[in-house]
């Protein structure tokens, strides 16, 4: 028998904002608990406390069960499925196969730019939302962790390598704290000092400190540590000042990610691609009617 949860007034209110803000951002799901909980807070429906991050939590754990909100409305980016599973038979093989067959090409419609652009974001909880943004642009989208590795920075140079006399551009997005400002600097250093590469040219797109006073961010409570050595540095430069860059809604954050990708693309030649490009799926797609008909009669 499963437990059931007790719906209390407080609880129905809470869930009504939730409700409310995942319509208002129906364009932009699946949302994280983050990004809700932090809509909240600036919205000013709750408090911008840990313990209220843990109500939410369990509220909308209760929320999917009890069939109020859509599993598909909230996504959680850390935890994966890796499927090892076979398959019944060969038939639902190829016709898995089929469905697949000459599908996925994309070209490159960066390849007449004179710059090579990657979108680095600091975490993978948004990833989802920066790769569709990207991907009508086909540029790569770098999700860092936290400081990266010797190792990972370096292959970024060898993808730079393949690149040649093209201005390599990195647009970074994260958190404005200790550690989210000093990534983006510590990435420059290692890259430009330590591995000896030269001509990156490094932006940060967000979170800027104006960003967080135009659209008047709540703080994250946790992430001025007394104990962090960064913390005091960023204190004496910035202020008592930390923002994650999942405070911003979706919408903003679309908006930033494409004004600053097309801020650095030759449009025209962007679009010229983009022609050649769909002539080129509709010939795929006349092929891939060819062989679908050919294998349906032989099997």
Wanted: charged share 30%; glycine share 4%; net charge positive.
């Amino acid at each position: 028998m499963r437990r059931e949860w007790h719906w209390t007034p407080y609880q129905l209110d809470k869930l009504n904002k939730v409700l409310e803000i995942l319509n208002e951002l129906k364009d932009y799901k699946p949302l994280t608990l983050r990004q809700i909980y932090y809509q909240l807070v600036g919205k000013g429906f709750i408090e911008n406390k840990v313990s209220q991050y843990g109500m939410l939590s369990n509220l909308l754990k209760w929320a999917r069960i009890d069939g109020y909100i859509n599993w598909d409305d909230i996504e959680d980016r850390v935890r994966a499925f890796h499927d090892l599973r076979g398959w019944n038979d060969e038939y639902h093989f190829i016709k898995q196969e089929l469905s697949k067959f000459l599908y996925g090409y994309r070209r490159d419609l960066l390849q007449s730019q004179n710059k090579y652009l990657e979108i680095w974001i600091e975490k993978d909880a948004l990833s989802s939302l920066f790769t569709r943004v990207a991907s009508p642009y086909t540029i790569p989208v770098v999700v860092c962790r936290g400081f990266s590795s010797v190792s990972f920075l370096h292959e970024f140079t060898q993808r730079l390598k393949y690149q040649k006399n093209k201005i390599p551009i990195m647009l970074y997005f994260g958190d404005f704290d200790p550690s989210g400002v000093e990534m983006l600097n510590s990435m420059e250093i290692t890259l430009k000092e330590e591995l000896g590469v030269p001509g990156i040219i490094f932006k940060r797109i967000a979170l800027l400190k104006q960003d967080i006073t135009v659209y008047n961010l709540p703080h994250s409570p946790e992430a001025l540590k007394k104990t962090d050595t960064r913390a005091k540095k960023h204190v004496e430069e910035h202020g008592e000042i930390a923002v994650e860059l999942d405070a911003l809604r979706p919408d903003i954050l679309e908006n930033k990610i494409k004004t600053a990708v097309e801020t650095e693309l030759n449009i025209h030649l962007f679009n010229k691609e983009a022609g050649v490009y769909k002539k080129e799926l509709d010939l795929l797609n006349q092929l891939k009617s060819k062989v679908v008909k050919f294998i349906k009669e032989v099997t």
